[in-house]
């Protein structure tokens, strides 16, 4: 029963909840190994679009994610593996990583939280195209229409896992990712789960492409979150899953972890529709109240893994922010945007930057910004710009939406 | 304090702009006249059931963040205003934490059409207006930025089953002391790319738009329309669960048969795509309502409806019980039940 919870009612400061599997698929590649090495060392992922038709726009760059042809053995039909979508076959590869490194058997009760902006958009495009060029031809149609849903790709990953779900799935925008990792770890914390499955994707598609464009916030050159002379975001896509438990569920079945999700906070910016209050109070409240359910103060806190989109902006408030909620302690925490790697992927951001996190407090380094010119002078942080080795404990990651939905998370380093 | 009240219960409809008038076309029951939309180089008209124009412009459409917002947007707010009711002030002045959860299926598609036509003539010209306006999250957005909210809030998306999704997690909110109230919305909007959708997978459907919303507090009232007693699990379609037995499990954990209650149900008694949820109920003696039949097919809109429809007869104390049945579009499978808030407090959850 979704309302009233059998599951037993605990305290949320008892119940610890843990990392024992990620997946994440980027412009760098698929898997743990490629991408930990691509953002320790910083390597850009950017290229000329291929996926559609960019030569009436401003931009032409993103990072595309290269997807082979075959996918993970899943309990999906061959006939059903063959029809799959973009998203779905990045979702797949996340999530089979994850599964597998968890080592999860039958999935039982086990709920999945997802969040994206647009599911795959581009077959609503096609749809719509179709539609408008020749109204009466209907060939392949209905198959777009169920196949572009945000539902969809969610369905395809419960059949392929045999998941029985409940299946959630948040669209709060460019925070989309976060959010729906945030409401899994409250789930687990209050004790209405033991495990769940979440994370974030999208897929690049000509209409946010555009749409982006449109508002001038797409550079033409790769992009420099907290550069003086940033001038805007590049995109990106992919996908990334969490496998989460309660501490107790995985020391019980004697799981390797990751990591530990201690802390979220979520907050509406109501400014703007996509325009950021200059202040940054909604990112300052975030991360306030991620620290609250943490029990630290970001004294504690040793890297931030920025939302840094680079257009001016975005990381002007974010600045703000974080100079405002660091305090002092700002001249010495370490700050980076991976999104100068693998491009701002929208509602698989956030997930793909906690895993990030896991990798970076795993591995014990930072990841860096290599194209970083000129640091905005009003960042009172300190960038990190080259590969560093480093003592961390603990990270925390901001996402923030179009709509004012800024989220964070805090992640501490498992030992 | 562990119940869960209903406080407030908002609707737009093609019956109308508020709950008076939804309430009043289902009671009459007969389906509402529909429209025709003939859609650009179309030549068969479809059938649709738009909703009609306000009496008088709401107050609220002046808001600068409403001015040229999207239908879905101006039907999530109103119905959400009608269900926050006077608790509007204490919510702009700061002294009640409010949780926003919208609930959509095909959300903002018509600025999202038309950005993507201009997309399609010319990349470079297209409005920069329409963008922003085709996320999912902008109705919630517009509405936290009308109350001056700046708590949680979500968006969710998928079948009309997620409606109720968001009702519980609503409740969960509440348990947790996370906020004060939550306001659940369900919204769509009506687009000739939507109509021409549906009848890609049911010729006899009607395509209808609107919003539902309702108000959710935590503790113990005389006063509130209805107490939410029990959200079903959520059963899904996937490759090993059929509609059918997905409708089945959520039958079986909602309350077997009472004949004084209402069960409210999400398909049209003679659709073809009813069967799952009419065999699921083939024992069930009470009354039924179907809205669908009378508003048409609105997804997410639909099934808050179904719910407003629902608290709306225990407020009115024609029912002291009421089964809500959602066996959705294309997703799940998933169950409420409200009661009357004396019979609650005589059974605390």
Redesign the interface.
């Known amino acids: 029963m979704l309302y009233p919870s059998l599951k037993s009612s605990v305290l949320p400061e008892s119940n610890r909840v843990v990392v024992t599997g990620t997946g994440i698929v980027t412009a760098l590649g698929l898997g743990w190994r490629v991408n930990a090495e691509g953002f320790r060392t910083g390597r850009a992922a950017f290229r000329p679009v291929t996926l559609f038709d960019v030569s009436g726009q401003r931009a032409k760059i993103a990072a595309e994610v290269d997807l082979p042809p075959e996918l993970p053995r899943t309990k999906l039909s061959a006939a059903t593996t063959r029809r799959l979508d973009r998203a779905t076959r990045m979702l797949l590869h996340a999530a089979h990583e994850a599964w597998t490194q968890a080592g999860w058997g039958s999935s039982g009760d086990l709920p999945v939280v997802l969040g994206t902006t647009s599911g795959e958009m581009s077959l609503g495009e096609q749809y719509l195209q179709q539609a408008l060029v020749s109204p009466l031809a209907k060939r392949r149609q209905p198959t777009r229409v169920v196949h572009y849903q945000v539902q969809q790709q969610g369905l395809n990953l419960c059949s392929a896992f045999g998941i029985p779900g409940p299946l959630t799935t948040i669209s709060n925008a460019c925070a989309s990712g976060a959010n729906a990792i945030g409401h899994a770890w409250e789930l687990l914390r209050h004790g209405r789960a033991e495990k769940v499955l979440t994370g974030g994707y999208d897929t690049l598609c000509r209409l946010t492409f555009a749409g982006f464009d449109s508002l001038q916030a797409l550079s033409p050159a790769p992009c420099r979150p907290f550069d003086a002379h940033r001038d805007g975001l590049t995109l990106g896509e992919g996908a990334a899953i969490l496998t989460l438990e309660t501490l107790a569920h995985a020391q019980n079945r004697g799981a390797d972890i990751l990591g530990e999700i201690i802390g979220y906070g979520a907050a509406t910016d109501t400014h703007h529709l996509t325009q950021p209050h200059p202040e940054g109070k909604a990112a300052w409240a975030a991360m306030t109240a991620a620290c609250l359910s943490a029990n630290i103060s970001p004294m504690q806190i040793d890297y931030v893994n920025a939302h840094g989109t680079a257009t001016p902006h975005n990381d002007a408030t974010e600045t703000a922010a974080i100079n405002r909620w660091a305090g002092e302690h700002a001249s010495h925490l370490r700050v980076s945007s991976t999104k100068s790697v693998c491009g701002h992927s929208l509602g698989a951001a956030g997930a793909i930057e906690a895993v990030i996190c896991l990798m970076a407090l795993r591995g014990q380094w930072l990841p860096p910004q290599t194209s970083l010119n000129q640091p905005d002078p009003a960042c009172h942080f300190r960038i990190v710009t080259a590969p560093a080795a480093a003592k961390i404990e603990t990270a925390l990651s901001n996402s923030f939406g179009f709509g004012g939905a800024n989220a964070t998370l805090i992640f501490r380093r498992w030992s | 304090m562990n119940q869960?009240l209903v406080c407030g219960l908002g609707a737009v409809s093609p019956a109308g702009w508020s709950v008076s008038r939804l309430q009043a076309a289902l009671a009459k029951g007969d389906p509402l006249p529909g429209q025709n939309l003939v859609?650009?180089?179309?030549k068969n008209p479809l059938r649709i059931r738009q909703v009609p124009p306000p009496e008088t412009r709401p107050e609220c459409f002046a808001h600068p963040?409403l001015r040229r917002a999207s239908a879905i947007t101006l039907h999530a707010v109103t119905a959400a205003l009608e269900a926050l009711g006077e608790e509007v002030v204490p919510i702009q002045s700061g002294a009640v934490r409010l949780g926003?959860i919208f609930c959509t299926?095909a959300?903002n598609v018509a600025y999202?059409?038309r950005?993507?036509?201009e997309?399609?003539r010319?990349?470079?010209t297209?409005?920069?207006l329409f963008?922003?306006?085709?996320?999912?999250?902008?109705p919630?957005?517009?509405l936290?930025?009308y109350l001056?909210?700046?708590?949680?809030?979500?968006?969710?998306?998928?079948?009309d089953g997620t409606f109720?999704?968001g009702?519980?997690?609503a409740?969960?909110w509440l348990l947790?002391d996370r906020v004060d109230g939550v306001v659940v919305v369900g919204a769509e909007e009506m687009d000739w790319?939507v109509t021409?959708?549906i009848h890609?997978?049911q010729r006899d459907a009607i395509h209808g738009a609107g919003a539902g919303a309702i108000y959710l507090k935590r503790g113990y009232g005389p006063g509130a329309s209805a107490t939410?007693s029990?959200?079903?699990?959520?059963?899904?379609?996937?490759?090993?669960?059929s509609r059918s037995e997905a409708a089945r499990k959520m039958r079986m954990?909602l309350p077997s048969d009472d004949s004084s209650e209402l069960l409210c149900l999400s398909s049209q008694p003679a659709h073809r795509a009813a069967t799952a949820e009419i065999l699921a109920w083939r024992d069930w003696s009470g009354h039924r309502l179907a809205p669908k039949a009378v508003l048409g097919e609105a997804f997410a809109a639909t099934a808050a409806w179904q719910c407003v429809a629902a608290c709306d007869s225990i407020a009115r104390g024609r029912f002291s019980g009421v089964n809500v049945s959602v066996v959705g579009v294309?997703?799940?499978s998933?169950g409420a039940r409200f009661q009357a808030c004396a019979e609650a407090v005589q059974d605390p959850?």
């Not at chain 2, 859609?39 to 179309?42: T, Y």
């Not at chain 2, 001056?148 to 969710?156: A, D, K, R, S």
């Not at chain 2, 029990?230 to 669960?241: G, K, V, W």
């Open positions: 869960i859609r650009p180089g179309g963040r926003i299926m959300g999202s059409r950005f993507f036509e997309v399609l010319d990349p470079a297209a409005s920069p963008f922003p306006e085709t996320v999912f999250n902008a919630a957005s517009h936290a930025a001056g909210t700046h708590g949680i809030g979500y968006t969710l998306v998928g079948d109720l999704q009702l519980a997690m409740a969960n947790d790319v021409e959708a890609l997978f939410l029990r959200i079903t699990d959520s059963f899904l379609f996937t490759q090993n669960q954990q294309n997703q799940q998933i959850g």
